[in-house]
């Protein structure tokens, strides 16, 4: 079975800083694309960034190049996304998947696995 559970999220002003885990399980780590999207109130889900577990390129949504950065370890299959810089904008409820495709097209993915999601919420 597919988990996927997020933590991290919050309460911060702008400006500030949040890091989001995502702890994975039952899927092999080995050769995936992991993603985080996010999905604002009467918003779309959009892709955030994503990683590859083979060889640890990262994809940014332009909205968040220089602030974010994701990386991952594998040994503990969790990805991570230390969100710097944070702006109102950001404020959504952000969620990790597995993208069973390269990823170098996992922002644009429909994932077919979600966890619960996790809150932020940017203060001005």
């Known amino acids: 079975e597919v988990r996927l559970v997020e933590s991290g999220g919050g309460l911060v002003q702008a400006g500030g800083s949040l890091r989001l885990s995502c702890a994975a399980s039952?899927?092999?780590?080995?050769?995936?694309?992991i993603g985080w999207f996010r999905q604002a109130p009467g918003k779309e889900r959009e892709g955030v960034s994503c990683?590859?577990?083979?060889?640890?390129?990262?994809y940014y949504a332009d909205s968040v190049k220089g602030r974010f950065t994701i990386s991952s370890d594998n040994a503990k299959n969790t990805v991570y996304l230390q969100m710097n810089s944070l702006k109102p904008e950001d404020t959504a409820v952000y969620y990790c998947?597995?993208?069973?495709?390269?990823?170098?097209?996992?922002?644009?993915?429909?994932?077919?696995?979600w966890g619960q999601g996790t809150q932020v919420t940017v203060s001005p």
């Open positions: 998947a597995p993208v069973f495709l390269p990823a170098i097209v996992c922002l644009e993915a429909r994932a077919e696995y």
């Open positions: 039952g899927f092999s780590f080995d050769d995936v694309a």
């Open positions: 990683i590859s577990s083979r060889d640890g390129s990262t």
